[in-house]
């Protein structure tokens, strides 16, 4: 009777850490985020304060900027990782708990 107890309470434990787990919200902290975007808007003022004013200099400031804010993007986005626009299956995290259950 004490093995099937602990049993049914390991399983409850278990189902509740991939209830958590799907509920997760992220951990990346949103002053560090502040910091680090404030830290790139001062590096791209000191580049384009002295770079001469031309169509090339303009375009690449423009195109390094969108990849450095896709790229932060990206990595907020995947620090939640069951929502969002890249999101990744269940599936297995499901399939692992009934084998657990089992």
């Given at each position: 009777?004490?093995?099937?107890?602990?049993r049914q309470q390991y399983q409850r434990i278990v189902e509740q850490r991939w209830i958590i787990v799907e509920q997760s919200e992220g951990v990346i902290p949103r002053p560090l985020i502040t910091m680090l975007t404030a830290w790139l808007t001062l590096i791209f003022a000191s580049f384009g304060y002295r770079a001469p004013r031309n169509v090339i200099v303009v375009l690449m400031f423009f195109i390094s900027a969108l990849l450095i804010s896709l790229s932060i993007f990206v990595v907020l986005d995947m620090d939640v990782p069951f929502a969002?626009?890249?999101e990744i299956s269940d599936t297995p995290l499901r399939r692992a708990l009934a084998e657990l259950q089992r």
């Open positions: 009777m004490l093995w099937n107890d602990a969002g626009w890249i």
